[in-house]
């Protein structure tokens, strides 16, 4: 890839739309851009110029001032264009000087109107003249390679990008700030800081440059480890945050269970109807609860099934219930529990799960005794203290909120990122914290078996490495390839 060519690609999503951008980057940005233009105004930084956008340069011949072919040349007097047949459409065009704009090079953001024909007219006149079709999140990739961005960065672009919620947009912008590298970087200053004593105690000691004494080193490394443990303990809810969460809804038949799952979708999603079986294969929507996307599982009711079709959605209820990350069994309050609820109850097992008390509107005739917490933990194998709960109804709504809430709960929202910046959402991420808690770990080890500092040096810097993979102060082509070819072309 190289960094002098000046690349283009449509900057807008796929399809027809109102308005459409075709970007262009590089040294070459304005050459190529003004001879398809006819500007009202000279092009000046970050400024909006109207015009139009001509498939010949009309008047380049004659030697005509590009910058102002729609004015004239200094000196001459400016009369407006009739309509000439190579007019394509009008424009507006955007210019960023550099090192002021996303990539730091010269770019010219050409917006038409969103029509796939005329968007890529623009890349093909613009190819014509010299510049090159942009590789996927190669306009990103040159904001990282030209200290634009680091590299948590640009993987917020991507996020920003892809995010299904707003929740999931603002923890995305946090991390395009920098979030992430503003937690990182004290603790690699503070790596860097012992590193660089034990080195000068090694390279100096004829000058009696005093070297750490063992208890002071192990203090320095359990200072790092504690938010370094911190950093990778957030990366169960930021992989929530980024991935979401799959919840299954299961029961008996004629629980409720479609009517809950109308109820968190608020819309009239799955059929409901007083006929136990209704539903006989799984019904899925995704929502967002507190900003965090969760795909709700409707399962066919399970029971001893009565034909073929249901047998084969009881199998589905099970298999959805078995890979579930979240499980809400649905229980009916107004019925005493059955043989099918205990078998639930088991199969929800080592799922963590939610019990819901559905049709706590109608009279009570013995369940609410009967589903103790005692009893409870014994069937889903759970602490009786971490058994939840909640009572239900899905034809009044009642309950329904505090359903959301402890789901949300139960997925860490409560105490997830509001209150903290910089966490893990990225699996790459997460291997590097851990590798560098590996480094840290064994430099420990050898403090505590008096091993040379030679070595232990080499213990920290298997520390220091993959936190500078985390920012790309230190990263391979091969890693960099891999995470730009993900991005779309145009970004």
Avoid at 175 to 199: D, F, N, Y
Avoid at 249 to 278: D, H, M
Avoid at 441 to 463: G, S, T
């Amino acid at each position: 890839m190289n960094l002098d060519d000046t690349i283009v690609a449509i900057a807008t999503a796929p399809g027809r739309g109102g308005i459409g951008v075709v970007r262009l980057a590089g040294p070459e940005a304005k050459t190529i851009a003004l001879p398809m233009l006819h500007l009202k105004h000279d092009l000046e930084p970050t400024r909006a110029i109207l015009g139009e956008l001509m498939d010949a340069h009309v008047g380049a011949a004659a030697g005509a001032c590009p910058e102002r072919s729609r004015r004239g040349c200094p000196g001459e007097q400016s009369s407006p264009m009739a309509n000439p047949p190579n007019r394509i459409d009008e424009v507006v065009v955007t210019y960023f000087a550099k090192p002021h704009s996303y990539t730091t090079d010269d770019i010219i953001e050409i917006s038409a109107h969103g029509s796939p024909v005329v968007l890529h007219r623009i890349v093909e006149l613009a190819l014509a003249r010299g510049a090159r079709l942009a590789e996927p999140g190669e306009f990103t990739m040159r904001a990282f390679l030209n200290g634009r961005l680091d590299l948590t960065q640009a993987e917020a672009v991507n996020d920003l990008i892809n995010s299904q919620t707003l929740y999931q947009a603002r923890i995305a912008a946090q991390q395009l700030e920098g979030a992430l590298s503003h937690r990182l970087q004290p603790l690699k200053e503070k790596l860097v800081e012992l590193i660089a004593t034990l080195e000068a105690g090694i390279d100096f000691a004829e000058d009696d440059v005093s070297v750490l004494p063992p208890a002071q080193i192990l203090q320095r490394i359990a200072a790092l480890r504690i938010p370094l443990d911190e950093l990778a303990a957030s990366f169960a809810y930021g992989k929530i945050v980024y991935e979401g969460l799959m919840l299954a809804i299961v029961g008996r038949p004629n629980v409720g269970k479609s009517s809950l799952f109308n109820c968190l979708v608020e819309r009239e999603r799955a059929i409901v109807t007083a006929t136990p079986g209704t539903t006989r294969d799984l019904v899925s929507e995704t929502v967002a609860i507190g900003g965090i996307p969760v795909q709700l599982v409707d399962t066919a009711g399970i029971r001893r099934a009565l034909d073929e079709a249901e047998s084969i959605g009881i199998r589905k209820s099970t298999e959805a219930l078995a890979d579930a990350d979240l499980v809400l069994v649905v229980l009916d309050s107004s019925r005493p529990l059955a043989e099918e609820d205990h078998e639930l109850l088991r199969q929800a097992g080592q799922r963590p799960t939610i019990v819901v008390e559905n049709k706590s509107d109608l009279n009570h005739v013995g369940t609410a005794a009967a589903v103790e917490s005692k009893f409870l933990a014994r069937e889903v194998h759970q602490d009786e203290n971490s058994i939840t709960r909640v009572p239900t109804s899905a034809t009044t709504g009642e309950g329904i909120p505090a359903l959301r809430d402890e789901i949300l709960r139960h997925i860490g929202g409560a105490s997830g990122p509001q209150s903290e910046s910089g966490l893990l959402t990225n699996l790459r991420h997460q291997e590097r914290v851990r590798e560098s808690l590996a480094g840290l770990a064994a430099a420990r080890a050898a403090v505590e078996n008096k091993v040379p500092h030679e070595m232990l040096l080499l213990d920290l810097y298997n520390a220091l490495r993959p936190l500078d993979e985390i920012t790309g102060a230190t990263t391979t082509d091969d890693i960099l390839n891999l995470i730009f070819s993900t991005f779309c072309i145009g970004k």
